[in-house]
T-cell receptor
Framework: SAVISQKPSRDICQRGTSLTIQCQVDSQVTMMFWYRQQPGQSLTLIATANQGSEATYESGFVIDKFPISRPNLTFSTLTVSNMSPEDSSIYLC???????????FGEGSRLTVL | DAKTTQPTSMDCAEGRAANLPCNHSTISGNEYVYWYRQIHSQGPQYIIHGLKNNETNEMASLIITEDRKSSTLILPHATLRDTAVYYC????????????FGKGTLLTVNP
């Protein structure tokens, strides 16, 4: 199993500002995934973060808006840039268990943009 | 990833078995069926997965039809804490897989 810690757990931000969310895993993992969950909606994959290379973004998500860092095998950050109220969501970090077929999720970071 | 179809919501009485259906009629031979759940205000939690055979663990049982076009997740003795959104996902798996979540089924366990 993997234990994932996210910071902050929640924040309230002003329009036009940026926020960086941190994800720390208690073991080394190859890939980390960032998801977004808008109010009342299901999860949508933003990007896959690989250590030592650029993140791979899903359709509809771009690096300028959601820059990702992956400096080592246990840590990643997601920045939500130039925020608008539409960015109000829960942002979740996830990793896969090695060969287990499971994805482990953090508790999420609940972001409210005013 | 194969598309999955689940009922929007279901109710179950506490202590009874909860049977959650999922249709995945376009599933391919190398795709597994995964079940996750998300309790309110928490991150999703893995429940179980299977390829062809029925599977059971400490949380639930997974029954996959012989043609693999549908499956049922069974919570044998539902409790109030099992109230959650349950997601059925068909995916090829592997060590570097990522999941596409649908809308899931909101299971409400009633006292």
């Amino acid at each position: 199993s993997a234990v994932i810690s996210q910071k902050p757990s929640r924040d309230i931000c002003q329009r036009g500002t940026s926020l960086t969310i941190q994800c720390q895993v208690d073991s080394q993992v190859t890939m980390m995934f960032w998801y977004r969950q808008q109010p009342g909606q299901s999860l949508t994959l933003i990007a896959t973060a690989n250590q030592g290379s650029e993140a791979t973004y899903e359709s509809g998500f771009v690096i300028d808006k959601f820059p990702i860092s992956r400096p080592n095998l246990t840590f990643s950050t997601l920045t939500v840039s130039n925020m608008s109220p539409e960015d109000s969501s829960i942002y979740l970090c996830s990793v896969n268990g090695q060969g287990t077929g499971e994805l482990f999720f953090g508790e999420g970071s609940r972001l409210t943009v005013l | 990833d194969a598309k999955t179809t689940q009922p929007t919501s279901m109710d179950c009485a506490e202590g009874r078995a909860a049977n959650l259906p999922c249709n995945h009629s376009t599933i391919s031979g190398n795709e597994y069926v995964y079940w996750y759940r998300q309790i309110h205000s928490q991150g999703p939690q893995y429940i179980i997965h299977g390829l062809k055979n029925n599977e059971t663990n400490e949380m639930a049982s997974l029954i996959i039809t012989e043609d693999r076009k549908s499956s049922t997740l069974i919570l044998p003795h539902a409790t109030l804490r099992d109230t959650a959104v349950y997601y059925c996902i068909a995916d090829s798996g592997g060590s570097n897989y990522k999941l596409t979540f649908g809308k899931g089924t909101l299971l409400t366990v009633n006292p």
